[in-house]
């Protein structure tokens, strides 16, 4: 089963670092929903060379997520967001406090 939402905001964060080609693959596969099947013949290739681009894509994404972090950075900080947001609409002006600093530590 695809994996859209984490695809696209890995695609977001890296999607310049992959080919032209790649990109384009990524797009229509997991942004315009369109199948392999669709692509393949758009594209006058075989389904599986689509698939095969599509999954050596999805790798580098993972990869550059894994070297580089941006996403989980970035996941983290709208945690932090949220429980200070939270901290705030109960007053509690402590744990907003503590969850600021966080946020400043990791600035």
Do not use: N, W
Request: proline share 2%; charged share 30%; hydrophobic share 50%.
């Amino acid at each position: 089963m695809k994996d859209i939402p984490r695809i696209a905001l890995l695609f977001d964060f890296y999607g310049p670092l992959l080919t032209e080609r790649q990109q384009e693959l990524i797009r229509a596969y997991y942004l315009e929903d369109l199948s392999l099947a669709e692509i393949a013949d758009a594209d006058g290739v075989s389904r599986q060379a689509v698939h095969e681009l599509i999954r050596r894509s999805e790798a580098a994404l993972q990869e550059y997520e894994q070297r580089l972090g941006f996403v989980a950075e970035h996941l983290r900080r709208k945690e932090l967001l949220a429980e200070l947001a939270a901290a705030l609409d109960r007053d509690d002006l402590a744990a907003a406090r503590r969850t600021l600093a966080a946020l400043q530590a990791e600035a």
